[in-house]
């Protein structure tokens, strides 16, 4: 079968998936005797090893296999949970992982799991050599159709009282077919021909769980009834769909014993070989199904490039409303005005929408967080607890993409420098786990997230005394600092905090690079720490990176945009006020000496020396705590533009960070301050 | 001759640059355009003349002429800017005219000779006659090698 059609289908469901068995794996090394959470890693795992068997990717197949059958031994009390065997299974997700994006990106998903596939074997046998992997899917089967009703006092009240008026009790086990697109029609259906024959009195998932389709491929019902078992079997398997059914009679005297409801189920457990329906072939149906799983929740996935086309078109309309308004003022017809008044409201609400489609929660982020942190927990021998706040937040597709290293980065850093181990922290006096919290909220245009600890917070001493031999700080300047602007220091370029360089932090580069890439997203990151109590690095971040507030500004006929996060402010100042330093001109800003930046020399622009009328206008940019005063010939004002890239053909062009369309079609380019402060 | 190797054809846009005809393939071609306003890009290569906006999308346009190292030419009526579209991104070439489009035999098409004029022989991949035309055909992946940072810090 051609598999490409589903091929990105199978990858994004193989990475939620994958998603799912890390959350769980985390939440059961909390509670290792939860059965509940292996069931459903069970269940990822399985899925997954159907997918990818169809999709023909042995690898991920057998991996998977093998990651069951130690999930199915822990289940079944073969084995116990230990922090080695999550290990090895935390590995094994790691594995597959990288090879689901691998086939991501175009390759074979391919790779050498054979030592992870033995260690997983050696689990596995740790206490049973038994299970053979073959027997394994069929064992799981028939466990799973023997799962057994438990009644209520009440409910075995009513099943003797029904007794005794000459009714019969069954409990009725249906199985599904496992291509089963449309299950929770196929319960109702069977519900609705078991009730015709007699009365429902429990059902095992709830009735509520069946509607959801909150189930496996099976289901139990306890039935009354005057009909016999073969009648209702006969009739429930006319349903269509059904795999298997099996009708036991519930025993009178059973229902008297504590574990009553175990004897029941004796007689017809084997499941019997595949049923009358394998009209289809199986392969293609396990595609639908999880087309059809997926439209479970009311949502469409969108290729984000269609949504760029969308939005490049909608731009193209606004640009020519533009045009329409501006025809309108000029013939003053109060039709055409009223037109494109309305015209102009619908746009805007259009404009929003299409916006909020490209917003996606921050959670596509925060999602590998906590395996990172277990792990480097583990490394560093502390004890710490993740907790994540706010992980629904939306932001921009444009923004999320570049916020994951700088916050791993800090992440990093709060785990190898801010939280203490185990024992100084209980010679502290604080419990012997650190907590980090990992916050994310909207506030106004903005997204904040933070990361806050509890561990040692920042050590004025320490860091003032690394600062001055760095030469970052004058001694005689050191005094006067607030405690917030020396926690800040430790954001400034060559500064490091550690003592010794650690595997964790230590690649060569400090917090200034996290500083520099927020700061590039048009972002900002301050610190609050108190000694002994922790740390909050708080980092504000656009709601979007597509559309940016600019300064535009004029050039000999040329527009340019300068982005006002990077501006301080403008300024026209006198040609007499300009100095000469080192050949460098500059002038004196409030104290400050700014240098100044004539971008028509940068631009290659003819600079016309006598001009200027007396004055200049100067845009004051910043690059961290650097200025500079960007010489242009004139302002045209504020704008909020759409940030468009100038593409691959012209690959980093000095000074510039990109380009946008003006309301009159023009392209105007935008100034990267960065580029030219050093 | 013809019959035999009627199938192996292909489709090409033929346009013209000083009193050359070029061609290149019509699969390549998003679409020709006449002059649209450019935005001159500083420090670049001169060849590239700048970005348009070509219907939302910031597109680069590249001077063929220049590019061949020919003399530059004022834009007038017959100017046709082609956007080509490769593998990676989608560039505008100015020719001075767009003229035909035509079928020739890939059996037309020869291996190019050591010299062809004044272009750059590394640009061409062959060149194909047809009637009694010369059509030089363009290797544009080698035309428009992505343009690298010019490193000629100012400040």
Same mark, same amino acid.
């Given at each position: 079968?051609?598999?490409?059609?589903?091929?990105?289908?199978?990858?994004?469901?193989?990475?939620?998936?994958?998603?799912?068995?890390?959350?769980?794996?985390?939440?059961?090394?909390?509670?290792?005797?939860?059965?509940?959470?292996?069931?459903?890693?069970?269940?990822?795992?399985?899925?997954?090893?159907?997918?990818?068997?169809?999709?023909?990717?042995?690898?991920?197949?057998?991996?998977?296999?093998?990651?069951?059958?130690?999930?199915?031994?822990?289940?079944?009390?073969? =084995?116990?949970?230990?922090?080695? =065997?999550?290990?090895?299974?935390?590995?094994?997700?790691?594995?597959?992982?990288?090879?689901?994006?691998?086939?991501?990106?175009?390759?074979?998903?391919?790779?050498?799991?054979?030592?992870?596939?033995?260690?997983?074997?050696?689990?596995?046998?740790?206490?049973?050599?038994?299970?053979?992997?073959?027997?394994?899917?069929?064992?799981?089967?028939?466990?799973?159709?023997?799962?057994?009703?438990?009644?209520?006092?009440?409910?075995?009240?009513?099943?003797?009282?029904?007794?005794?008026?000459?009714?019969?009790?069954?409990?009725?086990?249906?199985?599904?077919?496992?291509?089963?697109?449309?299950?929770?029609?196929?319960?109702?259906?069977?519900?609705?021909?078991?009730?015709?024959?007699?009365?429902?009195?429990?059902?095992?998932?709830?009735?509520?769980?069946?509607?959801?389709?909150?189930?496996?491929?099976?289901?139990?019902?306890?039935?009354?009834?005057?009909?016999?078992?073969?009648?209702?079997?006969?009739?429930?398997?006319?349903?269509?769909?059904?795999?298997?059914?099996?009708?036991?009679?519930?025993?009178?005297?059973?229902?008297?014993?504590?574990?009553?409801?175990?004897?029941?189920?004796?007689?017809?457990?084997?499941?019997?070989?595949?049923?009358?329906?394998?009209?289809?072939?199986?392969?293609?149906?396990?595609?639908?199904?999880?087309?059809?799983?997926?439209?479970?929740?009311?949502?469409?996935?969108?290729?984000?490039?269609?949504?760029?086309?969308?939005?490049?078109?909608?731009?193209?309309?606004?640009?020519?409303?533009?045009?329409?308004?501006?025809?309108?003022?000029?013939?003053?017809?109060?039709?055409?005005?009223?037109?494109?008044?309305?015209?102009?409201?619908?746009?805007?609400?259009?404009?929003?929408?299409?916006?909020?489609?490209?917003?996606?929660?921050?959670?596509?982020?925060?999602?590998?967080?906590?395996?990172?942190?277990?792990?480097?927990?583990?490394?560093?021998?502390?004890?710490?607890?993740?907790?994540?706040?706010?992980?629904?937040?939306?932001?921009?597709?444009?923004?999320?993409?570049?916020?994951?290293?700088?916050?791993?980065?800090?992440?990093?850093?709060?785990?190898?420098?801010?939280?203490?181990?185990?024992?100084?922290?209980?010679?502290?006096?604080?419990?012997?786990?650190?907590?980090?919290?990992?916050?994310?909220?909207?506030?106004?245009?903005?997204?904040?997230?933070?990361?806050?600890?509890?561990?040692?917070?920042?050590?004025?001493?320490?860091?003032?005394?690394?600062?001055?031999?760095?030469?970052?700080?004058?001694?005689?300047?050191?005094?006067?600092?607030?405690?917030?602007?020396?926690?800040?220091?430790?954001?400034?370029?060559?500064?490091?905090?550690?003592?010794?360089?650690?595997?964790?932090?230590?690649?060569?580069?400090?917090?200034?690079?996290?500083?520099?890439?927020?700061?590039?997203?048009?972002?900002?990151?301050?610190?609050?720490?108190?000694?002994?109590?922790?740390?909050?690095?708080?980092?504000?971040?656009?709601?979007?990176?597509? =559309?940016?507030?600019?300064?535009?500004?004029?050039?000999?006929?040329?527009?340019?945009?300068?982005?006002?996060?990077?501006?301080?402010?403008?300024?026209?100042?006198?040609?007499?006020?300009?100095?000469?330093?080192?050949?460098?001109?500059?002038?004196?800003?409030?104290?400050?000496?700014?240098?100044?930046?004539?971008?028509?020399?940068?631009?290659?622009?003819?600079?016309?020396?006598?001009?200027?009328?007396?004055?200049?206008?100067?845009?004051?940019?910043?690059?961290?705590?650097?200025?500079?005063?960007?010489?242009?010939?004139?302002?045209?004002?504020?704008?909020?533009?759409?940030?468009?890239?100038?593409?691959?053909?012209?690959?980093?062009?000095?000074?510039?960070?990109?380009?946008?369309?003006?309301?009159?079609?023009?392209?105007?380019?935008?100034?990267?301050?960065?580029?030219? =402060?050093? | 001759?013809?019959?035999?190797?009627?199938?192996?054809?292909?489709?090409?846009?033929?346009?013209?640059?000083?009193?050359?005809?070029?061609?290149?393939?019509?699969?390549?071609?998003?679409?020709?355009?006449?002059?649209?306003?450019?935005?001159?890009?500083?420090?670049?290569?001169?060849?590239?003349?700048?970005?348009?906006?070509?219907?939302?999308?910031?597109?680069?346009?590249?001077?063929?002429?220049?590019?061949?190292?020919?003399?530059?030419?004022?834009?007038?009526?017959?100017?046709?800017?082609?956007?080509?579209?490769?593998?990676?991104?989608?560039?505008?070439?100015?020719?001075?005219?767009?003229?035909?489009?035509?079928?020739?035999?890939?059996?037309?098409?020869?291996?190019?000779?050591?010299?062809?004029?004044?272009?750059?022989?590394?640009?061409?991949?062959?060149?194909?006659?047809?009637?009694?035309?010369?059509?030089?055909?363009?290797?544009?992946?080698?035309?428009?090698?992505?343009?690298?940072?010019?490193?000629?810090?100012?400040?």
């Amino acid at each position: 079968m051609d598999t490409n059609q589903y091929l990105e289908m199978f990858i994004d469901e193989s990475k939620e998936h994958l998603q799912s068995c890390n959350e769980h794996l985390l939440e059961l090394e909390k509670n290792p005797e939860d059965l509940a959470i292996v069931n459903e890693i069970f269940r990822s795992a399985h899925t997954l090893k159907g997918m990818s068997a169809t999709m023909g990717y042995e690898d991920i197949a057998d991996l998977t296999h093998k990651m069951e059958n130690v999930l199915d031994a822990i289940r079944n009390a073969k =084995i116990r949970v230990t922090t080695e =065997i999550l290990d090895v299974v935390f590995q094994a997700a790691d594995y597959l992982e990288e090879m689901v994006m691998d086939i991501a990106d175009g390759g074979t998903g391919k790779k050498d799991v054979r030592e992870l596939v033995e260690s997983l074997n050696r689990i596995e046998a740790g206490e049973s050599a038994v299970a053979a992997p073959a027997a394994e899917v069929a064992a799981t089967v028939v466990e799973e159709v023997s799962t057994n009703l438990h009644f209520d006092d009440f409910e075995k009240t009513v099943i003797a009282q029904s007794f005794e008026q000459g009714f019969q009790a069954f409990e009725i086990a249906v199985q599904l077919r496992e291509d089963c697109l449309l299950k929770a029609v196929r319960v109702f259906m069977v519900f609705e021909v078991l009730e015709k024959s007699g009365e429902i009195i429990k059902s095992e998932p709830s009735v509520e769980q069946l509607e959801n389709e909150n189930f496996d491929e099976q289901f139990s019902v306890a039935l009354i009834t005057k009909d016999d078992a073969e009648t209702l079997k006969a009739k429930i398997m006319k349903v269509s769909e059904v795999d298997n059914v099996i009708v036991a009679p519930i025993q009178v005297d059973a229902l008297h014993t504590t574990n009553g409801a175990n004897e029941v189920e004796e007689e017809d457990v084997v499941a019997p070989p595949m049923p009358v329906i394998a009209k289809k072939e199986p392969a293609a149906q396990k595609g639908k199904r999880s087309a059809a799983a997926q439209s479970g929740s009311k949502t469409i996935r969108v290729n984000i490039e269609r949504l760029d086309v969308l939005m490049n078109l909608f731009e193209e309309l606004v640009i020519d409303r533009g045009r329409l308004q501006s025809i309108a003022s000029e013939l003053h017809n109060p039709e055409l005005n009223e037109t494109v008044e309305r015209m102009t409201r619908v746009s805007g609400d259009l404009q929003n929408i299409i916006l909020n489609m490209r917003m996606i929660p921050v959670e596509t982020v925060f999602n590998r967080f906590p395996k990172m942190v277990r792990q480097l927990a583990r490394e560093l021998d502390k004890k710490i607890n993740l907790e994540i706040v706010g992980a629904e937040t939306e932001l921009d597709r444009t923004v999320i993409d570049e916020i994951g290293d700088p916050l791993v980065h800090l992440i990093r850093n709060a785990l190898d420098h801010g939280v203490e181990s185990p024992a100084e922290r209980l010679a502290k006096g604080k419990p012997e786990e650190g907590t980090v919290t990992l916050r994310a909220y909207h506030s106004g245009n903005h997204v904040f997230i933070e990361l806050e600890d509890d561990g040692a917070g920042v050590n004025r001493e320490r860091v003032l005394a690394k600062a001055i031999a760095n030469g970052l700080v004058m001694e005689e300047a050191a005094e006067a600092m607030t405690d917030r602007q020396v926690a800040e220091l430790i954001l400034a370029s060559g500064f490091s905090t550690a003592e010794k360089i650690s595997d964790v932090s230590g690649r060569g580069v400090g917090l200034d690079v996290v500083k520099n890439t927020i700061e590039s997203l048009g972002g900002y990151i301050s610190i609050d720490s108190t000694e002994g109590q922790g740390s909050l690095f708080q980092v504000q971040l656009p709601l979007t990176l597509s =559309i940016i507030s600019v300064m535009l500004v004029e050039l000999d006929r040329e527009v340019y945009a300068v982005p006002l996060s990077s501006i301080i402010e403008t300024a026209i100042i006198q040609t007499s006020d300009i100095l000469n330093a080192h050949n460098q001109k500059v002038i004196d800003f409030r104290g400050n000496i700014v240098p100044l930046v004539y971008l028509k020399e940068i631009f290659e622009m003819d600079v016309e020396e006598n001009a200027s009328d007396g004055f200049q206008s100067v845009v004051i940019v910043r690059k961290g705590e650097k200025l500079a005063g960007l010489v242009v010939d004139s302002f045209i004002g504020q704008q909020e533009i759409v940030l468009k890239s100038l593409g691959n053909y012209l690959q980093s062009v000095f000074a510039i960070s990109g380009a946008t369309i003006l309301g009159n079609g023009q392209v105007a380019l935008i100034v990267d301050c960065n580029a030219l =402060i050093k | 001759m013809t019959e035999l190797l009627e199938q192996k054809e292909m489709k090409v846009i033929v346009f013209q640059l000083m009193e050359k005809e070029y061609a290149i393939a019509v699969d390549v071609v998003q679409s020709i355009e006449k002059s649209l306003s450019i935005t001159r890009v500083p420090k670049t290569p001169p060849y590239v003349k700048g970005v348009i906006n070509l219907r939302g999308v910031v597109t680069p346009i590249v001077s063929l002429r220049e590019r061949f190292g020919l003399e530059s030419k004022e834009i007038d009526d017959s100017t046709r800017i082609i956007i080509v579209t490769l593998e990676e991104f989608d560039v505008g070439l100015i020719v001075d005219a767009a003229n035909d489009v035509l079928d020739i035999s890939l059996d037309a098409i020869e291996a190019q000779p050591e010299v062809v004029g004044t272009v750059e022989s590394e640009f061409i991949s062959g060149i194909a006659k047809v009637d009694k035309r010369l059509l030089v055909m363009l290797n544009l992946d080698k035309v428009l090698q992505p343009v690298k940072r010019v490193t000629t810090d100012e400040l």
